[in-house]
């Protein structure tokens, strides 16, 4: 079903009775807001969704899997808000989302911290930003958050006006420690036009410098990238890929720079059987915050051309991609994924933002019956967040044992919680880590009231809640 843009279809009476519902604005603010969504429903223009990254983190025997908010907040609304954050801050239900007001000004951007709702552990907070000298802001901006002690980052669409060069942007902050009093954060740069693409073709002719080509073992050439340093790196490899490659290209026997995009340099590319292997090198100018890109292929129909292996050592990256056969080089477009950015506008813009209300948490410790692998279960719930933690039987330091722990979680579903009236709560998957002892795995949730808990269900156990 195509999504329906409800902002064209309100009239300026109508969007003054919606904006009632949000009482913890200021008349200056509701204004501002009021502005842009008028201006939305004079272009009716659907805004689009932001794109998002996933990351997989692997730790020796540990698994890691964040599939960060940004999934599940880019399902928007009527007010371009994602669903989950417009429950907080659209809700007059929910009596202890605060004002802040604070404002800092840093490089003719003032960026104002409007309204923040907080757990004690996650903060969602909703930012006014506002060029004061030109017109420099989009639909497409970029914060950089200086992410030590939390990890911030933009959750919804963004909302920009022209008329007031103003944008709303929503964040969400996941703390490491419990927050008693105060809560802080720094946003260190703001991103211009910056825009995370996918196969962004790049013009380099494949076909002139692809050939056969002598290779090195992988030792070799772990040496020769490491330059003899311990150094970062990894390996990355297709699902189902039965043998990873032990054939590698020699470093740096080319240098061959990579059209509109300046973050590497092409040090060596050739055919070894059906694989193309296309090895790089970064510049100083990659940033993975701003100006960074990962290597992909695009066939003669545009369709995606994924590699099966790549393995990186220091500043050296090697792909190696399955083409089937040599003959194809000339249909075959180079192409990577990855940020672009116009400008960069330093900061810091730092804030520290006394906490006025908290949202309130359940806490338990569960019998886990019947169960292969857990006893027991400390859970941690709030209106924002519900957090479990298995605690193993039985500890094995074993990578398989715990990939069979983490697919036997999985395989039940999410767990949900119910309601005293019988309303379940569902739970969208945020995060999953697990290693030989038991596993972590965090969900989000539409705000509900928390005093009318009454159980949550976990892999099909239903566990009632004590008050």
């Known amino acids: 079903m195509a999504k329906k843009n409800l902002i064209s279809e309100l009239s300026e009476q109508q969007l003054d009775e919606l904006l009632a519902y949000t009482p913890t604005f200021s008349d200056k603010n509701h204004a501002n807001i009021k502005a842009r969504f008028m201006e939305e429903a004079s272009r009716k223009v659907e805004k689009t969704k932001r794109p998002f990254r996933k990351a997989f983190l692997?730790?020796?025997?540990?698994?890691?899997?964040?599939?960060?908010?940004?999934?599940?907040?880019?399902?928007?609304?009527?007010?371009?808000?994602?669903?989950?954050?417009?429950?907080?801050?659209?809700?007059?239900?929910?009596?202890?989302?605060?004002?802040?007001?604070?404002?800092?000004?840093?490089?003719?951007?003032?960026?104002?911290v409007i309204s923040v709702y907080t757990d004690g552990l996650q903060a969602y907070a909703m930012l006014e930003i506002a060029d004061l000298q030109e017109n420099r802001?989009?639909?497409?901006?970029?914060?950089?958050?200086?992410?030590?002690?939390?990890?911030?980052?933009?959750?919804?669409?963004?909302?920009?006006?022209?008329?007031?060069r103003t944008a709303l942007v929503s964040i969400r902050i996941d703390y490491q420690i419990p927050l008693d009093t105060n809560m802080a954060f720094t946003i260190n740069?703001?991103?211009?036009?910056?825009?995370?693409?996918?196969?962004?073709?790049?013009?380099?002719?494949l076909s002139l410098h692809a050939r056969q080509r002598d290779m090195i073992v992988r030792?070799?050439?772990?040496?020769?990238?490491?330059?003899?340093?311990?150094?970062?790196?990894?390996?990355?490899?297709?699902?189902?890929?039965?043998?990873?490659?032990?054939?590698?290209?020699?470093?740096?026997?080319?240098?061959?720079?990579?059209?509109?995009?300046?973050?590497?340099?092409?040090?060596?590319?050739?055919?070894?059987?059906?694989?193309?292997?296309?090895?790089i090198r970064r510049t100083e100018t990659w940033n993975l915050d701003s100006n960074f890109g990962h290597l992909n292929l695009l066939d003669e129909n545009d369709e995606p051309i994924w590699s099966i292996f790549s393995i990186r050592r220091g500043d050296y990256t090697e792909y190696v991609f399955d083409i089937g056969s040599a003959d194809r080089l000339d249909e075959i477009t180079l192409a990577f994924a990855g940020m672009v950015v116009d400008a960069?506008?330093?900061?810091?813009?730092?804030?520290?933002?006394?906490?006025?209300a908290q949202a309130e948490k359940v806490s338990a410790m569960l019998e886990i019956q019947n169960s292969q692998y857990f006893n027991q279960a400390d859970i941690t719930i709030s209106p924002m967040t519900?957090?479990?933690?298995?605690?193993?039987?039985?500890?094995?330091?074993?990578?398989?044992?715990?990939?069979?722990?983490?697919?036997?979680?999985?395989?039940?579903?999410?767990?949900?919680?119910?309601l005293k009236d019988g309303t379940t709560v569902e739970l969208f998957p945020d995060s999953v880590m697990f290693g030989?002892?038991?596993?972590?795995?965090?969900?989000?949730?539409?705000?509900?009231?928390?005093?009318?808990?009454?159980?949550?269900?976990?892999?099909?156990?239903?566990?009632?809640?004590?008050?």
């Open 58 to 112: 692997p730790y020796a025997a540990a698994i890691l899997i964040l599939m960060t908010s940004t999934a599940v907040f880019a399902a928007v609304t009527y007010l371009d808000l994602g669903h989950i954050f417009n429950s907080f801050f659209n809700n007059a239900n929910v009596t202890n989302r605060f004002d802040v007001g604070k404002t800092v000004v840093r490089e003719g951007i003032e960026i104002t």
């Open 137 to 164: 802001l989009s639909n497409n901006l970029g914060l950089v958050f200086e992410n030590r002690y939390y990890h911030a980052y933009i959750v919804t669409p963004i909302i920009y006006s022209e008329a007031t």
């Open 189 to 205: 740069d703001l991103l211009l036009g910056a825009r995370n693409v996918i196969f962004e073709p790049i013009a380099f002719p």
């Open 219 to 279: 030792a070799e050439w772990e040496e020769a990238a490491s330059k003899g340093l311990i150094v970062d790196g990894g390996t990355t490899a297709r699902i189902g890929l039965e043998e990873e490659p032990q054939l590698f290209l020699h470093i740096n026997e080319i240098e061959e720079t990579l059209p509109n995009a300046d973050w590497a340099v092409i040090t060596n590319i050739g055919l070894n059987n059906e694989f193309l292997h296309i090895q």
């Open 344 to 356: 960069v506008v330093p900061g810091p813009w730092e804030f520290d933002i006394s906490i006025a």
């Open 386 to 418: 519900t957090s479990i933690r298995f605690f193993a039987t039985n500890e094995m330091d074993s990578l398989e044992f715990v990939r069979r722990m983490r697919g036997y979680v999985m395989d039940f579903g999410d767990p949900f919680i119910t």
């Open 436 to 467: 030989s002892d038991g596993g972590i795995s965090n969900f989000n949730s539409f705000y509900f009231d928390i005093s009318q808990i009454f159980s949550i269900t976990i892999l099909d156990d239903e566990h009632l809640i004590e008050r």
